[in-house]
């Protein structure tokens, strides 16, 4: 990647406009993500449809409430699905296609990485996660200076509507359930939101403001922001970011995609093993339970294997 490309007002000018075009995909498919996200629902709950305000207000109440439904889970994992598919991933393919005349193939050099290189980041992710439990909670007592009150306590009231969503998603009461969990919050929301933000943002970023650590960490803050989980920012914001650099330094998509996918899918694992009683530790109280030493040795470890990352960038 050229550093400064673009100079200029020329750069302003095109990264203001390429925004804009990312922008407008990105409400498109979030538009078409809910409508057949929606479509989805109605058929899976067998809505009935005669009544147009009845209908509105029972849509309008489901998606505050799934869990008042029976089949609500299922429903629920049909819009979240729809909603990452079109938002994220036909998103950036739209925008890559029409804007930028590329194909998602692009986003990945010739040569693939190794397989050490997909293992050590995945090992960093696992060793990072004391550090990101204990940044976690840090993160959730913070408090916004006087007179923001009425600010503050918007965003608690949207955490705790985010929390609900989360604890009810994390409730698997079959096998299968779990399976269908792993497909769509690890597998789609992974490929969509490395290849829109990693991909193509952050690779925007890049491109014209010609500073790599700058375009990791913007792209990484409106990763973090566009989830609407304010108490979990920074520690999220720190996980883009590492999924970024992982992208700059071996220019593969895969890699981030498959440390996210990683991310997602060893929490749902421990939510299920903790349902199934293969573990005595509850997951949704672990954040509580972390000790300053263990956050202090797994700073160290993702460090360690940091520099284990770098190693094979700078060998290849």
């Keep these: 990647m050229e550093e400064n490309y673009y100079q200029g007002p020329t750069r302003w000018l095109g990264l203001s406009s390429n925004l804009l ?7 498109v498919g979030s538009f078409l993500g809910q409508f057949f996200g929606l479509l989805a629902v109605v058929a899976l709950m067998e809505f009935p449809t005669q009544n147009i305000e009845a209908f ?4 309008l109440d489901f998606i505050a409430h799934p869990q008042k439904y029976e089949g609500g889970f299922h429903a629920m994992m ?10 994220f991933f ?5 925008y890559l296609r029409f804007i930028e005349k ?3 193939f692009d986003l990945n050099r010739a040569e693939a990485p190794s397989f050490q290189v997909f293992s050590w980041a995945i090992l960093t992710v696992l060793v990072g996660m004391p550090a990101m439990e204990y940044m976690i909670e840090w993160n959730q007592h913070i408090q916004l200076p006087a007179g923001y009150e009425d600010l503050e306590k918007a965003m608690q009231t949207t955490e705790k509507s985010m929390e609900e969503l989360t604890k009810f998603l994390l409730n698997f009461q079959s096998d299968m359930d779990f399976a269908l969990a792993v497909m769509v919050i690890a597998g789609m929301a992974a490929l969509g939101e490395e290849i829109f933000f990693r991909g193509v943002l952050q690779s925007m970023f890049e491109r014209y403001i010609g500073n790599k650590h700058v375009a990791i960490w913007l792209a990484a803050a409106i990763f973090s922001f566009i989830h609407f989980q304010f108490y979990g920012f920074f520690p999220r914001m ?5 999924f970024g650099y992982l992208y700059v330094w071996f220019r ?5 995609i498959a440390a996210h996918f990683f991310n997602n899918a060893w929490t749902l694992l421990m939510h299920y093993l903790y349902q199934k009683k293969n573990i005595s530790i509850d997951p949704m109280e672990m954040v509580n339970s972390i ?4 956050a202090l040795l797994s700073v160290v470890l993702v460090g360690f294997y940091i520099r284990r990352l770098h190693t094979y960038r700078t060998e290849s």
């Design 21 to 27: 075009s990312l922008f407008g995909f990105f409400l």
């Design 56 to 59: 509105q207000k029972l849509i």
């Design 78 to 87: 049909a819009l979240q699905w729809f909603s990452a598919l079109f938002t």
């Design 90 to 94: 036909l998103g950036a393919w739209a």
């Design 102 to 104: 590329r194909s998602v």
């Design 238 to 242: 720190f996980l883009g970011a590492f």
């Design 252 to 256: 593969s998509i895969w890699v981030p």
């Design 291 to 294: 000790p300053w030493w263990s």
